[in-house]
């Protein structure tokens, strides 16, 4: 591994403890991810010259302190803030020692700390899931703009808005408690699903699927499983989306193109994870008698992943899943995939009169989701006239080039891909 290459990889582990390090004293994530930078460009100009430091993380901590100290020295602060600034100079010597072995014992708490306010609801979700990144997964503004199919500049506008955000709003850098950490908990968890859905099935693009992105996303919520031993849906989110990533090899075909679920080589499936995802889902379900939306999904998920084949599929308990989602839950989507459920389960009719009774939802006025599940119900009940229909107008709704394929060929190839299922 070249010099670049292992810096590089030390900061995508090391970037998000010190940014986290830094803001406890500083109370300025922005300040802080700036700081923490500098340290990284420092090792970028040192390390190939002067060779690895043996402690690594010590060296980006013991530098990142003197630029924080010569920072905030050299920064003229007015009435009460001087005084404050003061404490916080002396606490973050006494923290931040100059010393090689430099251990914080408090990091978890920090980290903690860093993606509660990270992905506080204060922020846009989108600006949540650019800060989330940069912070926690410690990608480049290119990597993240590669990541949404969107341009630097407006991921750099993002994060920067952020920031100031955040500094405005005067949001405490601290783990919140009781109702208040379960309504930003929820936010948190959001932004990882976002952040997993966008690489599960790019919104737009020539991919299908983005499995960097996932990885990011299983990466930031095992650190939350870690942090957050005993929340429930931070096991069933991980869970969620360790069953979905089972499947990234068998979802594309050797041309690739995508390949339905009910179509895909089981044997191609990740077992290992499955079996990890069916652990996790089991501890969440031991720490709740009421399962929340993440589990849910999870446990929907899981009826996948135990059949072996897809003729296994218990489609019966994944309609009274996604009855129990839309109790807890509720939203358009959920009754789409609702009604592919009950389709499989009861027969297409009963699933057509779940979208049909969504025609007028304007949520769902420029999504090709609505028009795809109805294509599929109306194929399985031999009406293909306006099931070509149906797929013709979802193919002019995505941006995804791949599904716009697929469901160009569904619209004109009947015998194939006609099983036509969620992947």
């Known amino acids: 591994m070249t010099a670049t290459a292992t810096i590089e990889a030390v900061w995508r582990i090391e970037q998000p403890r010190l940014t986290a390090r830094l803001a406890r004293y500083l109370r300025d994530v922005g300040l802080a991810e700036e700081i923490a930078g500098d340290a990284f460009l420092l090792a970028l100009e040192r390390w190939p ?3 690895i430091p043996r402690n690594p993380a010590a060296w980006l901590t013991r530098v990142a302190r003197n630029r924080a100290l010569d920072r905030l020295r050299r920064t003229t602060m007015i009435d009460g803030k001087h005084r404050e600034l003061a404490i916080d100079l002396a606490k ?6 100059d010393i090689e072995g430099a251990i914080d014992e408090d990091v978890d708490d920090d980290l903690l700390r860093l993606i509660f306010t990270a992905c506080h ?7 949540r899931a650019a800060l989330a990144l940069r912070l926690l997964g410690g990608l480049s503004t290119t990597e993240i703009a590669r990541a949404f199919l969107v341009s630097e500049t407006t991921v750099a506008q993002r994060i920067v808005r952020a920031k100031r955000a955040l500094r405005d709003a005067a949001i405490p850098f601290e783990t919140p408690r009781g109702e208040e950490r379960r309504e930003r908990l929820a936010a948190v968890l959001e932004v990882v699903y976002l952040i997993f859905n966008e690489g599960y099935v790019a919104t737009a693009g020539p991919d299908w699927l983005r499995g960097d992105l996932c990885g990011e996303a299983l990466r930031l919520g095992r650190s939350l499983a870690a942090l957050i031993p005993d929340e429930p849906e931070v096991h069933g989110l991980l869970s969620l989306m360790e069953f979905n990533a089972s499947r990234f090899a068998a979802r594309i075909g050797k041309a690739g193109d995508p390949t339905l679920l009910l179509d895909q080589d089981r044997t191609r499936w990740n077992w290992s994870l499955i079996r990890h995802g069916l652990g996790g889902m089991g ?10 939306p993440y589990l849910l999904q999870a446990m929907i998920a899981a009826c996948h992943s135990r059949a072996v084949a897809a003729a296994d599929t218990d489609w019966i308990a994944i309609s009274a899943h996604y009855q129990a989602l839309a109790l807890a839950a509720p939203s358009p989507i959920v009754e789409i995939n609702r009604a592919v459920a009950v389709g499989m389960a009861f027969g297409p009719a009963q699933g057509l009169a779940i979208v049909d009774a969504l025609k007028d939802e304007p949520r769902l006025k420029d999504s090709h989701l609505l028009p795809t599940v109805r294509g599929d119900l109306l194929e399985k009940l031999g009406r293909p006239a306006e099931a070509r229909a149906e797929f013709r107008r979802a193919a ?18 009947w015998p194939e891909h006609s099983k036509g299922s969620p992947s």
């Open 92 to 97: 973050l010597e006494r923290a931040m020692p």
């Open 283 to 292: 501890r969440a379900m031991t720490l709740t008698s009421t399962p929340g």
């Open 49 to 51: 010259r002067d060779g």
């Open 396 to 413: 002019g709704l995505t941006g995804n080039d791949k599904e716009h394929a697929l469901l160009l060929s569904r619209a004109g190839d």
């Open 121 to 127: 609801p204060v922020l846009a979700p989108e600006q």
